[in-house]
């Protein structure tokens, strides 16, 4: 999840070759040649200086490479390639840098429209990448591809999801000019299939909603990030409207997206109170609160493992506000948030873990997840897409929750 940020850091690259003049604890540098003028000199802290004995090995290992090896090197891609080292090192597959060009393909895919094949794609803990939603009237749709397909190669080439980079880059070369061809090898159960998709323009909504028989509002979300909170917000005024009995929120398959937006659904749902707070490593903590006015119907969340994040954060503070019931399966377990700094120079941006997340009962689901209150699994052959509940037991098990939390408010009043 990505926490919006202004702040801009400055990442200097600096081939600085250390002449040791002293051993006390800092270094005057001059900006001058002259010993004379004094007025671009500045003292360089004991901690700076270590840093720049630090960084004094990663120069000279640039400078060997572009003076001794055997072929001619391109520096501005050693910088990169350090730069990418530096983030992997961290062992985080939420930390990563973007290149100005990669940036501005992951904006593309926030907003929602761009030129592809149509589909919501997820790097999974065991680092492959799965179609977890086929958008309707999409050239993957048409072509035959499913949700739960696990993509193999994109045109004969290996794709991993081992992490946010390596996601990223597979998700570049699934897109393309509108009217090219992209050829997917899929495993799909056993079988291996190669399947052709013509790319065409792709405009996407996050979310959809419809009323199920009984009278019960069902929305769905498939990320949080692009138009869902707006469909989330549309569709609570629709059944407001039409005056529905209950309602069911399905963030199964939903990777997680933005934090705002998170808040912004959970506030339309939950009375007063602390819907969830980020906290820094020094123990830094803001909190994110819902207001008094909220949609008071009898209310089901659907989870299952791949629910991530956001998705999180929406069935924890139901359960944490006892407002509702979520069903389904424990879910991913990714209870951190990540915050996009971007270089003004440039263009290119950083993507850093900052903060964990807590729901008001002080959990956060890194590595645990969240365990629903009514545990059901799906058929091992079914993939939920449109809401049936006679195929689904899933949406079985909440629309009959749904039936006795409407009982139960009966008989209370």
């Known amino acids: 999840m990505k926490k919006s940020s202004m702040r801009v850091v400055t990442l200097v690259w600096a081939a600085v070759m250390i002449a040791v003049v002293s051993s006390t604890a800092t270094l005057l540098i001059s900006g001058r040649a002259s010993q004379a003028q004094t007025d671009d000199r500045h003292w360089v802290t004991q901690e700076e200086y270590a840093a720049l004995e630090r960084y004094q090995r990663l120069d000279e290992v640039r400078a060997s490479l572009m003076s001794d090896y055997y072929q001619e090197l391109d520096e501005d891609e050693l910088v990169l390639g350090a730069i990418r080292g530096m983030t992997a090192s961290v062992g985080d597959p939420y930390t990563f840098y973007y290149t100005p060009e990669e940036l501005t393909r992951a904006n593309e895919n926030s907003a929602g429209s761009y030129r592809g094949i149509g589909t919501l794609l997820q790097n999974t803990a065991e ?139 959970a506030d339309a749902l939950l009375p007063t109170g602390v819907i969830v707070y980020v906290k820094e490593r020094d123990g830094t903590r803001q909190d994110f609160y819902s207001d008094e006015e909220y949609y008071d119907v009898p209310l089901v969340v659907l989870v299952n493992d791949m629910s991530a994040s956001a998705s999180e954060i929406l069935a924890s503070s139901v359960q944490a506000f006892a407002r509702g019931t979520v069903i389904g399966l424990n879910t991913y377990g990714k209870g951190i948030v990540q915050s996009l700094r971007t270089y003004k120079e440039d263009g290119a941006g950083i993507q850093i873990t900052t903060s964990s997340y807590y729901d008001a009962l002080d959990r956060c689901p890194q590595g645990v997840g969240v365990q629903p209150d009514i545990e059901v699994a799906l058929s091992a052959e079914y993939v939920p897409e449109k809401p049936d509940p006679s195929g689904d037991e899933q949406l079985a098990a909440a629309i009959e929750d749904i039936r006795r939390q409407i009982a139960a408010r009966k008989a209370a009043a």
């Open 127 to 265: 680092g492959d990448i799965e179609v977890l939603k086929v958008y309707p009237g999409s050239p993957a749709e048409s072509a035959g591809v499913r949700a739960g397909d696990v993509l193999v190669a994109v045109d004969g080439e290996p794709i991993s999801g081992a992490d946010g980079r390596s996601y990223s880059e597979a998700v570049y070369c699934i897109r393309g000019q509108d009217g090219t061809r992209v050829n997917l090898t899929i495993l799909r159960g056993d079988r291996t299939l190669e399947i052709t998709v013509n790319r065409g323009d792709v405009t996407i909504s996050y979310g959809d909603y419809t009323v199920l028989p009984g009278n019960i509002g069902y929305i769905s979300l498939s990320q949080f990030t692009g138009n869902a909170a707006d469909v989330f917000h549309e569709a609570i005024e629709s059944f407001k409207a039409k005056n529905v009995a209950g309602l069911i929120v399905d963030v199964r398959n939903n990777p997680g997206g933005l934090l705002d937006q998170a808040v912004s659904i």
